[in-house]
């Protein structure tokens, strides 16, 4: 009796090692082939939050005023390294407004690196400037410009009636680059001894996208290598995430929604003004969502409104730009990024490359997948990623590491962009890049 | 027996189910997309702007001196007298100021905030050279309760009203504007027969906030709205107290942050 139940005991516990072994062995195999190529790149001291709240952080990718001297910091007009730029114009469409972007030279031949931001930014953002300066105190020259998705951009160098299309941007991207390094090497013919682009967040998919572009180009602008710092890999999921965030603080009442936007304002001046306080950042999750998504769909109303100062609003909105602009902006507010692309992107799209295309066909046609045959080869380009960044899942890592392969780096936190004010990130940055001095 | 063999199977598929949730591999994360918001965040935190028009008109004109007047103006006193010159000559009328601080904070019930205050003025009055440098708070770690008359009132429960662009002065509300009335008409400099002496103290303190002018101004493409907002967030943040990093939300977290 005993005996049996013993042996039927065993029975059980065979067959379940062999079920599991069976299930098990392929999921083995699976992990390590994707996290065999995954290197991590340590940061010291990182106090990690959540992926929301450490995005926030990119706040303090700020211009070092370190460097400078004791008359610099007591007469900083044009002392320091933001004010130190040039701000030059290109002509890029017939009877546009130029196209303004912000140069700095070494005084010496150098590597001269265009930096692509990230969605809406403007070029004298704080961010991207932070992060030319990097390049720059490693030696580099440096070129910053607005985002495509930017009001200064479009209407300088857009040939769509309305950007978010990743094919036609990159067009357009790459169109204004070649005319900016032209010009640039016009001015300065010895002193530009390679270009190298680097983009981040959107403006490091539009990297990877531009490097394929810059593969199949004849007339090629010459990058020497690449890098593509947390690009998203389905950039309209990503901005329909931003959406979310933005729809967070529906249960919340309009007293409680206006004293959390409030606090997490304050709290991210204290963050510019002070730094981290006991080494966070004094801001809620939720918070943090509706900040973010606050600063992303306020630049994504002033695209909207620089399509209507341009008329090109393809009949989506009633209200006419003129001097005063409430009423506009009442029909801008409620667009999401997801209504803005199925009318706007789609409609200009559809205008300009002549025929219709579903949200599908956007979304699929503008996913890094549609080039990851050519991110597998191209050998001069790099990644920069962290494990925790809201705008990729698991999945998206397992991809990177799959295509990149040894070009991949990636921090363990720091969600989007938050870990790049580090010190190991700023070294990163320039090392992966393949300078060629 | 079937029974038997049916709990065998069960507990196979169990545990083969254990075992495979450890696996890696995680699903595609689906995003559906938000078509329409059901809030409009822009009009939760933003002024009524019934007079736009004539606000616009007077900003345009504010901006216009502050670009072809008032830039190159700082742009050559900044010159003459330097960053900390500025700082410390601006430091001094604050602490000039300290009759509204106290006025306005005992007007919003804050007996600490008028005792702070009252410290931090006399500390700076006398070892601080009449305010040049502020030991209170170096020293003595006594942060400054700058409170206004606008501020009191909208603790009394007073609303904003409205957007309101003054000339030079620039972004207000109709509450915060007559709040002005009464910090101009309180203010030490007002009263010293020195000819010039409030357009001095203006263009200094204006000269320390030039820079974040710009930085607002430039990247922005409707820069009446932008100023609008930022300044409005700003002002109910120094409402709320919520500029001060030893605010209590900000010290006693309990664990929030």
């Known amino acids: 009796m005993y005996n049996y139940r013993y042996r039927s005991l065993f029975q059980c516990f065979m067959l379940a090692l062999l079920t599991a072994f069976i299930f098990l062995t392929p999921s083995l195999a699976c992990f390590a082939k994707d ?80 930096v692509l931001p990230g969605i809406g930014s403007h070029f004298q953002g704080m961010g991207l400037n932070a992060i030319a300066q990097v390049y720059y105190d ?70 990877l996208f531009l490097a394929e572009r810059e593969a199949r180009s004849k007339k090629k602008i010459g990058f020497k290598s690449y890098l593509s710092i947390h690009p998203p890999v389905d950039p309209y999921s990503s901005m329909f995430i931003m959406d979310k965030f933005f729809e967070r603080g529906t249960g919340w009442s309009e007293k409680e929604m206006r004293l959390k936007i409030e606090r997490s304002v304050a709290g991210y001046l204290q963050l510019v003004d002070d730094g981290l ?125 799959r295509v990149f392969g040894e070009r991949a780096y990636f921090f363990r936190n720091g969600g989007h962009l938050g870990e790049l004010y580090t010190a190991e990130a700023k070294v990163s940055i320039v090392k992966h890049l393949d300078l060629k001095f | 027996m079937k029974i038997r063999f049916t709990l065998l199977i069960f507990i196979s598929l169990l545990f083969a189910s254990f075992f495979c949730l450890q696996a890696p591999v995680s699903g595609a994360q689906v995003v559906k997309p938000v078509k329409e918001l059901k809030r409009d965040l822009f009009s939760v935190i933003s002024l009524p702007d019934p007079i736009e028009g ?23 006193y900044s010159f003459i007298v330097p960053k ?50 502020d030991v209170a708070k170096s020293w003595f770690g006594l942060q400054p309760h700058t409170e206004d008359f606008g501020q009191a009132f909208a603790k009394w429960g007073i609303g904003p009203g409205f957007y309101f662009v003054l000339p030079i002065a620039g972004p207000s509300t109709f509450r915060d504007a007559i709040g002005m009335i009464f910090f101009v008409a309180c203010h030490p400099i007002t009263w010293i027969p020195v000819p010039g002496l409030g357009t001095f ?28 907002d930022m300044w409005y967030l700003n002002r109910k943040i120094e409402i709320e107290n919520l500029d001060r990093s030893d605010h ?10």
């Open chain 2, 84 to 133: 900390s010159g500025r700082k410390h000559i601006d430091m001094s009328i604050v602490n000039l100021e300290y009759f509204i601080h106290l006025v306005a904070c005992l007007m919003q019930g804050e007996f600490k905030g008028a005792l702070i205050e009252t410290e931090r003025f006399f500390i700076n009055l006398t070892l601080g050279v009449g305010g040049i440098f």
């Open chain 2, 54 to 76: 004539y606000n616009r008109v007077i900003f345009e004109f504010n901006d216009f001196l502050m670009v072809w007047f008032f830039d190159p103006l700082m742009t050559g």
């Open chain 1, 138 to 207: 490693a030696g580099c020259s440096v070129v910053i410009i607005s985002s495509a998705m930017n009001w200064e951009f479009y209407m300088a160098a857009s040939r769509s009636k309305a950007p978010g299309y990743i094919p036609t941007d990159v067009e357009d991207i790459y169109n204004a680059l070649s005319k900016i390094v032209a010009e640039i090497k016009k001015d300065n013919v010895d002193k530009i001894k390679s270009v190298h682009l680097v983009g981040y967040s959107l403006g490091g998919l539009h990297t």
């Open chain 2, 248 to 257: 209590p939300y900000f010290t006693d977290d309990k664990g929030r942050f």
């Open chain 1, 35 to 114: 996290h065999a190529t995954v290197q991590i790149i340590k940061v010291k001291g990182y106090n990690t939050q959540d992926e929301v709240r450490d995005s926030i952080r990119f706040a303090l990718c700020r211009v070092s005023k370190s460097n400078l001297s004791f008359w610099g910091r007591e007469y900083p007009i044009n002392a320091g390294f933001y004010n130190k730029g040039d701000i030059c114009s290109v002509s890029v469409v017939e009877d546009r407004p130029k196209l303004l972007y912000k140069l700095w030279m070494q005084e010496k031949s150098a590597p001269l690196v265009i």
């Open chain 1, 277 to 401: 306080s006991d080494d966070k950042v004094k801001i809620l999750k939720d918070e943090g969502e509706v900040l973010i998504a606050y600063a992303y769909r306020s630049s994504l109303r002033e695209l909207l409104l620089s399509i209507c100062k341009v008329g090109n609003d393809m009949g989506f909105i009633k209200e006419k730009y003129g001097f005063t602009k409430g009423a506009l902006y009442k029909e801008l507010n409620p667009y999401s990024f997801a209504k803005y692309a199925d009318s706007f992107v789609k409609k200009a799209a559809a205008m300009r490359l002549g025929n219709d295309l579903s949200m599908k066909d956007m979304a699929s046609n503008s996913n890094l997948h549609t080039i990851s045959e050519f991110l597998k080869t191209a050998d001069n380009i790099s990644l920069i990623h962290s494990l925790d960044d809201f705008l990729i899942n698991k999945k998206d890592v397992i991809w990177f590491s």
């Open chain 2, 201 to 228: 103290v203006f263009v200094n303190r204006m000269s320390l906030r030039v820079e974040q002018y710009m930085s607002i101004r430039d990247p922005a493409l409707d820069k009446y709205e932008s100023m609008k």
